[in-house]
């Protein structure tokens, strides 16, 4: 499959900051809209990266919103899609067509998601539940409030409503507030307001010290006797590393056995997420899986120059870049705390050394950058390969059971 554009996702959260779903678009270098052709070539990629071999949703409970247009809604690629984790969103306007209408209520029949732009409710009315599952609310202007309002009181009790653009905590917390989901753009890689600094817990206290005598290489029973302090860290840990299949080959039992298995740097990559998952400062939940997704798609995107060993440090660069969020602390403390590679220094601090131009291409992936394009040629990375790492980045996340 010969790719020349590059995926961008945006997360859909509901109003407990849950990531409900992405949508996932190509990125868009010019103003003309996406032709069927385009449309039909994303969904027969994203189905052919998140199905398993044996048929399973490698994304589980996530749905994935992608924009149609009237020719090709009877695209093949639609069945290879879990129509219940499937939602095409369409313009409003698109249904004046008999024709279109009658696609898309088939579509609905089969159980595909409906999501309606630019949608006139009122004019709508009663008719809506028969054709969307979704609605989109645009907001214009400043009070996003009054608006998000106006249009919860339109709800209807089986047409979820989403509200967008909404950059800013407060529009967030008034969407939140009427029920409305609500596709946040970067909004949740900004701090909250008023979200004070909390520190490290004694769990996290107890990590950050297995981390550093990981570090060092320690004898395998000191640092049994200090995640011995924490039942539950142990727990956590050992059912992180089988969760994902991290490549054992059988289930692992002790902390003994995953380092005779593992070594000492997957086990530094396990406990950086464990650092993270351990935080009780309140982050929000699309926080810390965008560090996972990101500390991962970075990993893969460093694995054919420099290796699966040297990769794992990108990973903990990965979620490192987001750990000053998830612990609330600023980054030099973090840096403080735990003694890190020359390298994986300066990619968290400048994106600079061998690390931080994955990181920094992680990074342009989450934020629909101009800059994707560039930073993929200089590491000598095709569309293909990065769209590929994003998707299974993804799909890794889900599989975590933290």
Not at 223 to 235: F, P, Q
Request: proline share 4%; charged share 20%; net charge neutral.
């Amino acid at each position: 499959m010969h790719q020349t554009n590059f995926l961008v996702r945006e997360p859909l959260l509901d109003p407990k900051q849950r990531v409900v779903g992405y949508e996932l678009t190509w990125q868009q270098s010019s103003l003309e809209p996406f032709t069927a052709q385009d449309l039909e070539e994303l969904v027969g990629f994203v189905a052919s990266q998140v199905n398993g071999d044996d048929g399973s949703w490698l994304l589980r409970d996530k749905t994935l919103f992608l924009q149609a247009v009237p020719a090709m809604l009877s695209t093949d690629a639609l069945y290879n899609m879990p129509p219940e984790h499937t939602v095409l969103s369409i313009r409003t306007s698109e249904l004046a067509n008999p024709s279109t209408l009658q696609a898309v209520q088939a579509l609905r029949a089969g159980g595909v998601g409906i999501l309606l732009r630019e949608a006139d409710l009122a004019r709508i009315g009663n008719r809506l539940p028969t054709i969307a599952s979704y609605v989109e609310v645009r907001f214009s202007g400043a009070d996003v409030a009054s608006q998000a309002r106006s249009y919860a009181l339109l709800k209807q009790s089986t047409v979820r409503m989403v509200g967008r653009p909404v950059t800013t905590w407060a529009d967030f917390d008034a969407c939140a507030a009427l029920g409305l989901d609500a596709f946040v753009g970067k909004l949740h890689l900004t701090p909250r307001p008023g979200a004070d600094a909390k520190g490290m817990n004694p769990a996290q206290t107890i990590i950050m010290q297995l981390m550093q005598m990981v570090k060092q290489e320690a004898d395998i029973q000191q640092i049994e006797a200090v995640l011995k302090r924490d039942a539950t860290l142990s727990y956590k840990l050992l059912r992180f590393i089988n969760s994902a299949g991290f490549g054992a080959g059988r289930e692992v039992q002790s902390l003994r056995q995953a380092l005779a298995l593992l070594g000492y740097t997957p086990l530094y990559r396990w406990l950086t997420l464990l650092l993270a998952t351990a935080s009780t400062s309140g982050y929000s939940p699309v926080l810390l899986e965008t560090a996972v997704v990101r500390g991962r798609l970075a990993e893969l995107l460093g694995q054919a120059a420099l290796g699966k060993s040297e990769a794992e440090n990108i990973f903990v660069a990965g979620m490192f870049s987001l750990l000053d969020r998830l612990l609330g602390i600023p980054m030099r403390e973090v840096l403080e705390a735990i003694q890190l590679s020359d390298d994986v220094v300066a990619a968290l601090l400048t994106r600079g050394g061998k690390y931080g131009p994955y990181l920094a291409l992680a990074e342009a992936c989450e934020l629909n950058s101009a800059l994707v394009a560039s930073l993929a040629a200089s590491l000598n990375l095709t569309p293909l390969d990065v769209n590929k790492a994003h998707l299974s980045a993804l799909c890794w996340a889900q599989n975590l059971s933290g």
